[in-house]
């Protein structure tokens, strides 16, 4: 009986290091090692903490359009529409405050335009159900950046780095060393967790993921949420709005181009499916520093941006086929036995 015992014993712990080896999640902390790994080689100040958070708020613009964008797949959906939503709204702010003088009364503006945008594609999308994501976000997109374009021509706004406590919103740091933004990106990164994994909305949005109809059938108000995510969408785009202008001082009209391939990217990087109804958004976290701790290290030994690009789409596509090959392996073993 004891040594029946000890080989059941032996064997879940095989398994549950078998599954264990097996999830997404292993295999990002893996590739996060091996980017940190090779960051060193080439850096010998890559580990200094100042040095470091300094290079992880250069891409936390990025990172928190990321957040609503894991929402956005989870239901099956896609916004094409954000890297437009942010330079309109930091068209406005700097418009407003250009005009005004009144510094809050524009950062009001960009929030307000950035949710307004937001709801504008989950109007067009629940009101017409019909319609592709892709396509209508697609066109929004290309909306936003011709008013910023109409508004700006070929010049600029900008006059917003005078005001310091404005410019601290991105530069600022607690104690002279974690930046204000990180703390903030941190801080909403758990919010959206939260929501994600512990609550009914959440667990709403996955079934909306796995099949709209069947969810709408078990009472769920499949529009009425998809709605409330775009909504979100749009009010995050308006606060990184704030910090872009924080952080670059002024606003063209091509400013944040890519920021939605960047975010889909980080969020299907981590797991979350382009489908709908899977993933993790501790997977879309540790997505998200990879992308911009490997950006940071090519950017150390001075290839072009779009070599980067290059590296980055080879990687995303090596890592969505891991499930494939994962899946593989786990019917083949079915089959065996």
């Given at each position: 009986m004891?040594?029946?015992?000890?080989?059941?014993?032996?064997?879940v712990?095989?398994?549950s290091i078998k599954?264990?080896?097996?999830?997404?999640?292993?295999?990002?902390i893996?590739?996060?090692?091996?980017?940190?790994?090779?960051?060193i080689s080439?850096?010998p100040?890559?580990?200094?903490?100042?040095?470091?958070?300094?290079?992880?708020n250069?891409?936390?613009?990025?990172a928190?359009?990321?957040?609503?964008m894991?929402?956005?797949?989870?239901?099956?959906?896609?916004?094409l529409?954000?890297?437009?939503?942010?330079?309109?709204?930091?068209?406005?702010?700097?418009?407003?405050?250009?005009?005004s003088?009144?510094?809050?009364?524009?950062?009001?503006?960009?929030?307000?335009?950035?949710?307004?945008?937001?709801?504008l594609?989950g109007?067009?999308?629940?009101?017409?159900?019909?319609?592709a994501?892709?396509?209508?976000?697609?066109?929004?997109n290309?909306?936003f950046?011709g008013?910023?374009?109409r508004?700006?021509?070929?010049?600029?706004?900008?006059?917003?780095?005078?005001?310091d406590?404005?410019?601290?919103l991105?530069?600022g740091?607690v104690?002279?060393?974690?930046?204000?933004l990180?703390?903030?990106?941190?801080?909403?990164?758990l919010?959206?967790?939260?929501?994600?994994h512990?609550?009914v909305?959440?667990?709403?949005?996955f079934?909306?993921?796995?099949?709209k109809?069947?969810?709408a059938?078990?009472?769920i108000?499949?529009?009425?949420?998809?709605?409330?995510?775009y909504?979100?969408t749009?009010?995050?785009?308006?606060i990184?709005?704030?910090?872009?202008?924080?952080?670059?001082?002024?606003?063209?009209?091509?400013?944040?181009?890519g920021?939605e391939?960047?975010?889909?990217?980080?969020?299907?990087?981590?797991?979350i499916?382009t489908?709908?109804g899977k993933?993790?958004?501790?997977?879309?976290?540790?997505a998200?520093f990879?992308?911009?701790?490997?950006?940071?290290?090519?950017?150390l030994i001075?290839?072009?941006?779009?070599?980067?690009r290059?590296?980055?789409?080879?990687?995303?596509?090596?890592?969505?086929?891991?499930p494939?090959?994962?899946?593989?392996i786990?019917?083949r073993?079915k089959?065996?036995?």
């Amino acid at each position: 009986m004891a040594t029946k015992s000890g080989r059941t014993i032996s064997s879940v712990r095989e398994r549950s290091i078998k599954d264990l080896v097996l999830r997404w999640e292993f295999l990002l902390i893996l590739i996060f090692i091996g980017v940190n790994v090779m960051n060193i080689s080439i850096s010998p100040f890559y580990l200094d903490a100042y040095n470091l958070f300094t290079n992880i708020n250069g891409f936390l613009t990025k990172a928190l359009v990321a957040l609503p964008m894991a929402f956005i797949l989870l239901l099956g959906d896609i916004d094409l529409s954000v890297g437009g939503n942010i330079c309109l709204s930091a068209t406005v702010l700097g418009i407003v405050y250009n005009t005004s003088g009144n510094i809050w009364l524009g950062i009001l503006s960009a929030v307000a335009v950035g949710a307004l945008c937001g709801a504008l594609n989950g109007l067009i999308l629940t009101k017409f159900s019909e319609l592709a994501p892709m396509i209508v976000t697609l066109a929004t997109n290309i909306v936003f950046r011709g008013l910023s374009e109409r508004i700006l021509g070929d010049g600029s706004t900008g006059g917003m780095q005078k005001i310091d406590w404005f410019t601290n919103l991105y530069y600022g740091r607690v104690g002279n060393m974690v930046p204000y933004l990180f703390i903030i990106f941190c801080v909403l990164a758990l919010v959206f967790g939260l929501v994600m994994h512990k609550t009914v909305f959440g667990r709403q949005m996955f079934a909306i993921g796995e099949n709209k109809k069947a969810a709408a059938y078990a009472g769920i108000k499949v529009q009425k949420i998809r709605m409330i995510v775009y909504t979100l969408t749009g009010l995050i785009c308006g606060i990184t709005a704030v910090f872009y202008c924080s952080w670059m001082g002024s606003v063209k009209s091509n400013a944040c181009e890519g920021y939605e391939l960047e975010a889909i990217s980080m969020c299907v990087l981590g797991g979350i499916s382009t489908a709908g109804g899977k993933g993790t958004f501790t997977g879309a976290f540790i997505a998200i520093f990879i992308v911009g701790l490997l950006r940071y290290g090519l950017n150390l030994i001075n290839l072009s941006g779009q070599t980067i690009r290059i590296i980055l789409g080879i990687l995303l596509i090596v890592v969505v086929l891991y499930p494939t090959i994962r899946d593989a392996i786990k019917n083949r073993k079915k089959a065996v036995k």
